[in-house]
């Protein structure tokens, strides 16, 4: 069974709408009037990171013997590798895709090994924009598509897009849905900063969780006046976007220069009480201080500083999951 544009469609997690362009499926987890917003701020590196396929999964049950199907990766980004996460019936089987730039696509195949009906998730890249075509479901009657009980959104920078898990799957947005049982669309961008402009209109599909890990760049890039209109701003928007979602708001975790200053003068561990002076009246906003959610150890790290490693981002996962159960 060869899977046509409206099956692809009806598959997809994690995303605004799918397309077909010269012959290949193309995902986007950004509305156009988002991805826009960083075209008209001239923000071209950002915009091209609105096409990676960050968070994208395909979701779906059948009875085929395996899958196949072509990729194409369009565009390269500061981390080159690009792999791909398959699970039947709930467990991994398959870490596929490749290490560096100088490979620009090819074609994956395998069997399940599992006889009968069975539940196939395929995660997707968050480093690269991956495009698919000639998606074969060998020896399959049909293919259905599977929904998780949640919607939920994630916005944030780097470690929300998913630097640096080496396993999409692993990323903390990623994993934590999977144990909120949530369809997630990643909105994370990496070296983005609280953009109230950027949220122009909402997704087609309204979320029950919103989380939202934005800091350490606007730290770095923005002055405390900025700061102190665009983090409150932010989250009134989404509160109108989103009268009935529950706000998360995640403030940095640890990373390897704790006595840094911020902007405001003040140690980056201290700037979580600073967001909750600026926040604290936002409807349906709950802040949630994420400095101790990975240790603080640069072994965690894949840069031994900044970004998680697969590890570290399971003690995040684990971490925020239980902090959000203990809110909701």
Known sequence: MKLNLEQIREITRGVTRVEEIDGYFRFFRFTEAQAQYYLDAGQTDYYNKTNATAGVRLAFSTDATGISFDFSLLVGY????????????????????????????????????????????????????????????????????IYRKRKMIAFGDSITQGYDAIYPSNAYAIALARLLDADVTNKGIGGDVFCPDMLRDADPEKPDFITVAYGINDWNKTSPEAYRTNCPAFFRRLHELYPDATIFGISPIWFGEPEKQTAFGIPAYRVHDRMQELCSDIPNLRLIRGWDFVPHVSDFYSDFILHPNDLGFGFYTQNLYRTIMESV
């Open 78 to 145: 500061s981390r080159a590798f690009a792999w791909f996460d398959v699970y039947v019936n709930g467990a991994m089987i398959r870490h596929v895709g490749c290490e560096n730039s100088a490979m620009q696509g090819g074609k994956i195949s395998f069997p399940f090994r599992v006889d009968g009906e069975k539940t196939v998730e395929i995660y997707f890249p968050w480093s690269r924009t991956v495009c698919v075509s000639n998606v074969i479901l060998e020896d399959a009657s049909f293919v259905k598509p």
